[in-house]
């Protein structure tokens, strides 16, 4: 069964830019999460998306958006990219509704010079 | 904002049981308590969840209080792969939204 594939692995972008990174879930799995995770600030939410519906957002400025498609597969975007958002960007999906454990991607790294 | 506090690190021999605690005084009746742990250069990897009733699987158990304030994840024999960075996390009860505290690290000792 293959696990939840992230794309690309890694990225570099220049300050100002914009980026589009990729998730596709597990077969069958409706729910995607995302993640930001920094060496200062830890894992933190970016948003959850469950049958294309954005239900719950993260404490992140508008610059982060994302979407789902309606074969669960997510992508994130992250506009006016700054050094700040260098970052590993996790993905999750889940096969159902609350109380279900998450798998993660192993992510992309991020990095903004 | 994360709602668990756990302590920073710990240590354990290896084949050892180990004990990681979890205290979650705010969690409502709805909450889940999750269990996921992060190797280095890996994302996170699910261990266990539970709502009310002591829980087991295949990589650990997960004791909850009775008065679900706390918890505590048991690994019954610590071997080197299980050094990481164990995340307690007690799930909202408006969506799957999970804020991550900064976890316990776990050293292995040979």
């Known amino acids: 069964k293959a696990g939840v594939t992230q794309t690309p692995r890694y990225l570099i972008k220049t300050r100002g830019q914009q980026v589009t990174l990729s998730c596709s879930p597990i077969s069958g799995h409706r729910s995607v999460s995302w993640y930001q995770q920094t060496p200062g600030q830890g894992l933190q939410f970016l948003f959850e998306?469950?049958?294309?519906?954005?239900?719950n957002k993260g404490n992140f400025p508008g610059r982060f958006s994302g979407r789902q498609f309606s074969n669960s597969r997510s992508e994130m975007n992250v506009s006016t990219l700054e050094l700040g958002d260098s970052a590993l960007y996790l993905c999750?999906?889940?096969?159902?509704?609350?109380?279900?454990?998450?798998?993660f991607g192993s992510g992309t790294r991020l990095t903004v010079v | 904002d994360a709602k668990t506090t756990q302590p920073n690190s710990m240590e354990s021999n290896e084949e050892e049981p180990v004990h990681l605690p979890c205290n979650h005084s705010?969690?409502?009746?709805?909450?889940?308590i999750h269990w996921y742990r992060q190797l280095p250069s890996q994302g996170p990897e699910y261990v266990i969840h539970g709502l009310t009733s002591n829980v087991n699987n295949r990589m650990a158990s997960l004791a909850i209080a009775e008065d679900r304030k706390s918890s505590t994840l048991i690994l019954h024999r610590a071997t080197l792969r299980d050094a990481a960075v164990y995340y307690c996390i007690q799930g909202t009860d408006t969506g799957n939204q999970f804020y991550f505290g900064t976890g316990t690290s776990l050293t292995v000792i040979p």
């Open positions: 999750a999906s889940s096969p159902r509704d609350r109380g279900n454990g998450y798998t």
């Open positions: 998306y469950f049958s294309e519906t954005q239900r």
């Open positions: 705010t969690i409502s009746g709805t909450d889940y």
